[in-house]
């Protein structure tokens, strides 16, 4: 057996100053070979400052870095390739017109002696590299036709073509199914196997702790803790991360459910799902459960009137509502959260106030002019409630920090005054404290007599915060179950079509 | 304690430097300043005020295409619906039609035309660009068609003082028809809800549909606004040239584009002012009213627009270069 003298990667007491800031202060980081490193942290620990280092992005502004005991200067972001440092991040930097070989040897064709472009030895190459991650992807397939399950693939096996010995992922699972996920483990075990070293940025605890090796926790900054994974568990890791005891990460409430509200009969739409029949009591909180591409989403923004459904009824409290557009949605109290908060939630370049009160801006004014004192009101008392961080009112909203962002989304919605609240994936690619924060806000909303349907790709999430969780698989309802009466086996089994 | 969220950040003096309207009325007034001492001429008052009939029929289109731009879209057909509508005022009015059907059918071929563009914009959801530059053949060629190598030169009493007449014998109406439906769509734009929606759905379109904007229905009346406008301003220019020919206005697209973009509203949408245009409109009119002045020919106030724009709107991006280079 070799023994090795050196870690992998190194990093001795790396800091990294932005104005006004501590990103990293004197922080250590070992990295083994042939290990799965599991960085944690909330939102703003300094995890994407440390990879940004790593990349070559950032420079540290003191500290080292050793690979294999050698003493390394990353300047930019090509030296760090040479080194053999490949990061997948989470918004991939794809290109979506063009194929999955050339994707893969983008920057880096292989040529002829003439200078042309080899055609036939990237195809073989491609073909031996994703036969080698057990992927079924053509090469001549263009990444936009690709799931996202597959694009990570296709960007593993880029890094691969580096001949990287450390590969960075930043959430790779944030928007995989748990089929994908399962698929993505497979080929992350055959990395570690081909004496890759692997650092795994994930903010599902769970996932972590299933494939990870080693740890290392990150808190303002700091380096809270550095370990092997069989030498801790959840609760800790939670502790480490929060810096406090969060004894429940879904604090629900307990509310009495009463009469049905809202219920969807038959609901058929050509190519995206026939058969969806379901219905919602006031104050309950109804789960949606499936892989990506099971049609829920496609169901939400079909009752929210942005598709035309085909046939079937939606009926709110014994009505029947005939929706053809997002305003009549949401004049009857139903509005709905999408989980592209960034594309679909948000007017970057607009003030946070108007952003507040987009949805209201008629009720708020009279003769088509606004008035400025409900206008005012309404965004402070949202503000206050949700506590939004901002300076002053015209500040855009793209200058807000993701979270803030996020509240922002949901302060607009709440000012509509909604009964039925559709959240799309309310807490994907946000950190522990915030997730706990919208778990005990969508409480609190029940509470007060709203209903909400939660779209989520977390099985604990749903377990934790609903009250009955409707299954999909390729676009029909597989099952409606009582959270209190199944298992998370049974959810599983149901979404993958068994 | 209850913590107070100003509306503002703190005033500083430095920020108004960065305003586009400042640039742009520093530019208007240098252009102002060095005409007057160039060209004794120049700030005479009469003079002035007859300048403005070179741009006003131009500017009316521009205060509603600022709209369509701001709301991320584009329409290069303005000119060609000024000839539909310009034939359609000579032809009504030489079968002998009443001065008021004359107006009202000219006015409704030019809501059609824009109509159409906005029916088959968001109808088949094909951008803005490509079908108003099939249109603007399109409308070019039923004018072309319908008139061959005729022209029309009698118009009602009406339409030609319209086009060359002043109010109290001092200001042009087309001018003055200009002022007021700047103040008008500044106050649209800038006061009324409608305005705050055209700048979201400028900024993000789907994002203000899935906030329960109807983008599709304000795509269609901006549309039908625009193709309005350049009736109007067919009206005002049959009546100043008292003559149409098929090529009227040919080539005005750009210019009225100019105009606005060079009032600092963002191409891609989702910012600009009225104030902006209405600046940038006086600064092209000064130059070249300044520049014919000096006998200087068509083409040399050609060059000087495209530098003009290309200068005031990369200004601020300039500063940044330049602050980033002495760093």
Redesign the interface.
């Known amino acids: 057996m070799v023994v090795c003298l050196f870690m992998k990667l190194e990093l001795k007491k790396i800091s990294k100053f932005f104005p006004g800031i501590k990103a990293l202060q004197s922080v250590d980081f070992s990295l083994k070979q042939n290990s799965i490193h599991a960085l944690l942290g909330e939102n703003g620990a300094g995890k994407s400052t440390l990879v940004k280092i790593l990349c070559g992005v950032y420079q540290p502004d003191e500290g080292s870095i050793h690979l294999d005991g050698q003493k390394e200067v990353i300047q930019d972001p090509t030296a760090s390739l040479n080194l053999g440092i490949s990061a997948i991040h989470q918004e991939s930097v794809m290109f979506d017109e063009l194929s999955v070989m050339e994707n893969i040897f983008i920057g880096n064709h292989i040529t002829k002696s003439n200078r042309l472009v080899d055609w036939t030895s990237m195809e073989k190459k491609t073909i031996e590299l994703l036969g080698n991650l057990e992927a079924d992807i053509k090469p001549e397939e263009k990444i936009k036709d690709l799931s996202i399950a597959q694009r990570h693939i296709v960007q593993i096996s880029r890094s691969l073509v580096h001949d990287a010995d450390i590969v960075i992922m930043d959430e790779p699972t944030a928007s995989l199914s748990q089929k994908e996920i399962d698929e993505l483990y497979v080929i992350i075990r055959n990395l570690k196997k081909q004496n890759k070293s692997i650092i795994f940025i994930s903010h599902k605890l769970d996932e972590v702790l299933e494939i990870c090796d080693e740890f290392t926790v990150l808190r303002d900054g700091e380096l809270i803790k550095t370990d092997l994974i069989s030498n801790t568990n959840k609760d800790q890791l939670v502790t480490y991360m929060a810096g406090r005891e969060i004894s429940q990460i879904f604090p629900k409430k307990h509310v009495k459910i009463e009469d049905e509200i809202f219920s969807v009969k038959n609901l058929y739409k050509k190519t995206q799902f026939k058969n969806i029949n379901f219905n919602l009591r006031k104050k309950e909180i109804l789960g949606f459960y499936g892989l990506v591409g099971s049609g829920r989403t496609e169901v939400m923004k079909t009752i ?1 009137g ?1 598709n035309k459904f085909d046939e079937g009824e939606v009926n709110f409290k014994n009505k029947n509502l005939n929706i053809t ?3 009549d ?3 009857n109290g139903i509005v ?1 959260l ?1 989980e592209e908060r960034q ?8 003030s946070v106030k ?1 952003n507040i009160n ?2 209201i ?2 009720k708020n ?1 009279q003769y ?3 008035d400025k004192l409900k206008d005012l009101q309404n965004a ?1 008392e949202l ?1 206050e409630k949700l506590n939004i961080k ?6 855009l909203a793209q200058s807000l920090s993701g979270g803030n962002q996020q509240k922002t989304v949901i302060a ?1 919605w709440l000012s509509t005054k909604p009964e039925v609240l559709i959240l799309d994936e309310p807490t994907k690619g946000i950190d522990v404290r915030s997730k706990s924060a919208v778990h005990e806000f969508m409480g609190e909303l029940v509470d007060s007599g709203m209903s909400i349907i939660m779209i989520s790709s977390e099985l604990p999430e749903i377990l934790g915060m609903c009250d009955r969780v409707v299954v999909m698989y390729k676009g029909l309802i597989k099952n409606i179950l009582e959270v209190s009466n199944t298992s998370s086996e049974e959810i599983v089994k149901l979404a993958s079509g068994e | 304690m209850k913590n107070i969220i100003p509306e503002n950040p703190p005033f500083k003096l430095l920020n108004i430097l960065y305003k586009k309207e400042f640039i742009l009325f520093m530019v208007l007034l240098s252009i102002i300043l060095i005409n007057s001492n160039v060209s004794p001429y120049f700030l005479d008052l009469y003079n002035l005020i007859d300048s403005t009939f070179l741009f006003s029929e131009k500017a009316i289109i521009a205060l509603s295409m600022t709209f369509v731009i701001i709301a991320r879209q584009i329409d290069l057909s303005v000119a060609s619906i000024i000839a539909v509508s310009s034939c359609v005022l000579g032809y009504t009015t030489s079968i002998g039609m009443d001065t008021y059907l004359v107006i009202i059918f000219t006015l409704l071929s030019g809501i059609m035309c824009g109509a159409f563009n906005g029916f088959i914009i968001i109808r088949f959801a094909i951008p803005s660009i490509i079908v108003t530059i099939g249109t603007m053949s399109l409308f070019r060629g039923l004018a072309y068609s319908f008139l061959e190598d005729q022209y029309y030169n009698k118009f009602p009493q009406f339409v030609v003082s319209l086009g060359s007449d002043y109010l109290f014998g001092y200001i042009p109406y087309a001018f003055l028809t200009f002022i007021i439906l700047s103040l008008f769509f500044a106050f649209i734009l800038h006061k009324t809800i409608i305005g705050k929606r055209i700048y979201s759905i400028g900024n993000n379109p789907e994002s203000a549909q899935y906030t329960g904007i109807q983008v599709d229905k304000y795509t269609f009346v901006l549309f039908t606004l625009n193709g309005l406008f350049s009736a109007i301003a067919a009206i005002f220019l049959s009546g100043r040239l008292s003559s149409v020919r098929p090529n009227i206005a040919f080539g005005w697209e750009l210019e009225i584009i100019t105009m606005v973009v060079l009032g600092g509203v963002y191409i891609y949408g989702g910012s600009g002012s009225i104030l902006g245009v209405v600046i940038s409109i006086f600064i092209l009119g000064m130059l070249s009213f300044g520049l014919g002045l000096l006998n200087v020919p068509g083409v040399g106030i050609i060059i000087f627009t495209g530098l003009l724009l290309i200068l005031s709107i990369g200004f601020p991006s300039f500063i940044k270069y330049f602050r980033s280079k002495n760093e």
């Open positions: 929210f942005i557009k997002p305003k949605a949401i004049k709905y999408s594309n679909l939630g948000m007017t970057g370049l607009m108007d987009m949805a801006m008629d004014s088509l002019i606004l402070s503000q901002v300076s002053y009112w015209s500040q607009k």
